[in-house]
Nanobody, 122 residues
């Protein structure tokens, strides 16, 4: 398995979750890693991306200031700390590595995790 996401769950609005994505040596060496999400009935959308060790980082406007992306090179793990969660954050969250283009916000990556469900109740 190249990428494996976990850490999702049910949380009340205003709560927090930390999503994790364990990566193989090959996928973790990717210059860019990111998180995407797909809500029911909607297309998959960009959430956040991080370049190499820690910076720069990029965020969707809808999550900037509430979510933080990071990567631990020793553990070969990508994280997404989600705070102040809202019901509209409910979605399956996917981690991804190695974008096919320079447009990191497009869901055109070579490697994808299986997704982890985040449900935010009001």
């Amino acid at each position: 398995v190249q990428l494996q996401a976990y850490g999702g769950g049910l949380v009340q609005a205003g709560g927090s979750l930390r999503l994790s994505c364990a990566a193989s040596e090959r996928t973790f060496s990717s210059n860019i890693m990111g998180w995407f999400r797909q809500a029911p009935g909607k297309e998959r959308e960009f959430v956040a991306a991080v370049v190499w060790r820690a910076s720069p980082t990029y965020y969707a406007d809808s999550v900037r200031g509430r979510f933080t992306i990071s990567r631990d090179h020793a553990k070969k793990t990508l994280y997404l700390q989600t705070n102040s969660l809202k019901p509209e954050d409910t979605a399956v969250y996917y981690c991804a590595a190695d974008p096919k283009t320079y447009d990191y916000y497009r869901d055109e990556y070579n490697y994808w995790g299986q997704g982890t469900l985040v449900t935010v109740s009001s």
